[in-house]
């Protein structure tokens, strides 16, 4: 099992940037890859990007390519996504999640942690 933490979520206005972590603990030598995703209010869940654990190799939404910027630090078993020239539209609970298989199906993750608001004012 690996359980999953986010923090740093919070309030900004839009045009700031926010930082947001996702430790891991428990069974971590498992992970094969991780991911961000986000959920709006009344809307479906949305991935964000994703970053494989070894490799570090990475992987971006259209909708925020150029702005975010996803990475680990496998020392402390810790994902991070960095959030610059936030939008209003990027307002959602983000949640962190990883596979422990190499999935071909890149949106199928296998643990999932509690999520983290983010809320971007106009």
């Known amino acids: 099992q690996v359980q999953l933490a986010e923090s740093g979520g919070g309030m900004v206005q839009a045009g700031g940037s926010l930082r947001l972590s996702c430790a891991c603990s428990g069974r971590t030598f498992s992970i094969y890859r991780m991911g961000w995703f986000r959920q709006a209010p009344g809307k479906g869940r949305e991935y964000v990007a994703r970053i494989s654990w070894s490799g570090g190799s990475t992987n971006y939404a259209d909708s925020v390519k150029g702005r975010f910027t996803i990475s680990r630090d496998n020392a402390k078993n810790t994902v991070y996504l960095q959030m610059n020239s936030l939008k209003f539209e990027d307002t959602a609970v983000y949640y962190c999640?990883?596979?422990?298989?190499?999935?071909?199906?890149?949106?199928?993750?296998?643990?999932w942690g509690q999520g983290t608001q983010v809320t971007v004012s106009s």
């Open positions: 999640a990883a596979a422990f298989h190499p999935y071909s199906d890149y949106d199928r993750f296998d643990s």
